[in-house]
């Protein structure tokens, strides 16, 4: 027996688009709206303390997507955790906010056909959602749900490394969203008075009580229901009850860039080959569904350190004590840090727009897929900006809770190995700057064996075995306004109705930059669409 539930609007993900559009919908105040999340309620402590996100990631409300050995990274697997929790990324993420730069918005629309989301046009969204604690206007809000801040604890060794960044050429940013995005500088950060700012506490919150709005926690989206080319319906099952939930106006995907085009191949929307070989019945031939998969990849050059006073400890015996008791008692320290609180944005080609982004921070991140090193240490750890490989995603199975067969290919472009190089030289540049020199140790990654010089092997199957992901796939249901792309550049999905994907999923190209801050800009302009609609 199916139970069969209707509403205006049924979102499937209540991750950060999700929420955003939760919101919206049901502060228009016309609407129901069903809000469908695989995950469960953010109850989980370690996601509402800044400085404990790391130990959210090894319970359940955190996954993995795994990839096929890729030969890019000397045959080994990619692997890129994912919120399973509502907030979804913004509930297990370092908080970063960072928009990225003008430019990425401007190529959308330039380069990619994506008229109406130049920079010009997506800047009225981020300042309405902001409430920043610092800067305001004409760049930021400072009126808006979603509570931005500057560091409230500056590591000591971070400030020291943000003066050898200065000492080795790059200038000092106070606003890594603001005019530039050049430079080095302390990161603005979803985090206020000792707590997480998730979309979940900014945006689902205030509405969640409203009677309009049904969240289904713990609830797997199977596969969309079609009335000729239009979607009516999601079939899902909660807790083993299959569940039909109709949408009388339409069906909003904010899955995020593994689950939505996985949720679309399994509804007969993707590859024909694709669907043909797995027996899904075709309703749109859509090549690339699953396609143009990108992700920001970074190698982080660490160092034992001379001193005992980084991360490494700060959550055992007697330190573990005083943090605790400076969080809960005084509301201050450590506890109260995101832990990636400072950085650089760094133009290594001279080109007009940075390339690499750096993290500082007095830890050792392990090998690619494992637990920081258990040793006093520090990292820069540098990254691309824009990347030019391209992976993509095909179903392992028709199990919707299996994931998707996952070819990263993170590596493919000369480019981006070479921007990895250039960050690196960097980086070690900046580690052997004055103000660090009676701090910094041993090296540990590169080792002094690698030689990491123009021409170097060695120095190109380090950077393959020690690449890792940073959090921000994208891609993979593309906007555009060419017949191959996914959705249109008001987020409905080609070749059919009724549909509209509204997530990191349908960056053309990633921005320069963390992606949670782009990603609910996404849901606000896909609110505004869909109410237009209405």
């Not at 603005?188 to 919150?205: D, E, I, M, V, Y």
């Not at 080959?273 to 797995?278: A, M």
Request: hydrophobic share 35%; proline share 5%.
């Amino acid at each position: 027996m199916i139970e069969e539930l209707q509403y205006d609007y049924v979102v499937i993900g209540a991750g950060s688009a999700g929420c955003v559009i939760a919101n919206r919908l049901i502060q228009d105040g016309r609407f129901t709206v069903a809000l469908v999340e695989r995950g469960g309620m953010d109850t989980n402590r370690w996601i509402h303390i800044p400085a404990t996100y790391h130990k959210a990631h090894q319970t359940q409300s955190v996954d993995a997507v795994v990839s096929e050995p890729d030969a890019t990274l000397n045959g080994n697997q990619f692997a890129v955790p994912q919120g399973r929790v509502v907030g979804g990324g913004s509930s297990v993420n370092a908080m970063i906010y960072m928009r990225g730069h003008a430019a990425d918005y401007d190529e959308w629309e330039n380069e990619h056909g994506c008229a109406g989301w130049s920079f010009r046009d997506v800047l009225p969204s981020f300042v309405r959602q902001e409430k920043n604690m610092q800067f305001g206007g004409p760049l930021h809000g400072q009126d808006g749900p979603l509570v931005v801040s500057s560091p409230e604890f500056k590591h000591p060794l971070n400030k020291i490394a943000l003066s050898a960044a200065m000492s080795a050429g790059i200038a000092w940013s106070d606003d890594f969203n603001g005019e530039t995005q050049d430079g080095a500088g302390w990161y603005q950060a979803t985090a206020h008075a000792g707590k997480r700012q998730s979309a979940a506490r900014c945006f689902l919150k205030p509405v969640i009580d409203n009677e309009r709005l049904t969240l289904l926690t713990d609830t797997v989206a199977r596969k969309f229901r079609f009335e000729g080319r239009r979607a009516i319906a999601l079939e899902a099952t909660r807790s083993g009850v299959p569940k039909l939930l109709r949408a009388r106006k339409e069906i909003i995907l904010t899955a995020g860039s593994f689950h939505s085009p996985k949720l679309l191949m399994l509804s007969g929307v993707g590859p024909a080959v694709e669907l043909l070989r797995h027996g899904i019945d075709q309703v749109q031939d859509a090549p690339e569904v699953g396609a143009n998969y990108q992700d920001h990849v970074g190698t982080p050059v660490t160092y034992k350190t001379k001193t005992s006073n980084g991360y490494y400890g700060a959550d055992k015996g007697l330190r573990a004590l005083k943090n605790g008791i400076e969080y809960f008692m005084l509301g201050r320290g450590l506890l109260t840090s995101n832990l990636l609180t400072a950085g650089a944005c760094v133009d290594t080609l001279g080109l007009g727009r940075p390339d690499v982004q750096m993290n500082f921070a007095p830890f050792a991140p392990g090998a690619p897929g494992e637990g920081p090193l258990s040793c006093h240490s520090f990292h820069v750890h540098p990254m691309t900006m824009r990347p030019r490989s391209r992976g993509r995603l095909l179903l392992s199975s028709t199990n919707p809770e299996d994931h998707s067969r996952f070819e990263a290919n993170v590596l493919q472009t000369e480019e981006d190995l070479d921007t990895l190089r250039r960050g690196i030289r960097l980086s070690r540049e900046i580690c052997a700057q004055p103000e660090l020199a009676d701090i910094l140790g041993d090296p540990i990654w590169p080792s002094p064996g690698i030689n990491i010089g123009r021409g170097s092997n060695t120095f190109d199957d380090a950077i393959r075995s020690q690449a890792r992901t940073i959090y921000h796939p994208s891609g993979t249901c593309r906007m555009g306004s060419d017949q191959d792309a996914v959705v249109d550049c008001e987020l409905r999905v080609n070749g059919v109705e009724g549909l509209r994907v509204a997530d990191c999923s349908i960056m053309p190209v990633l921005v320069s930059g963390n992606t949670n801050a782009p990603t609910m800009m996404i849901a606000d302009r896909g609110s505004d669409f869909i109410l237009g609609d209405a």
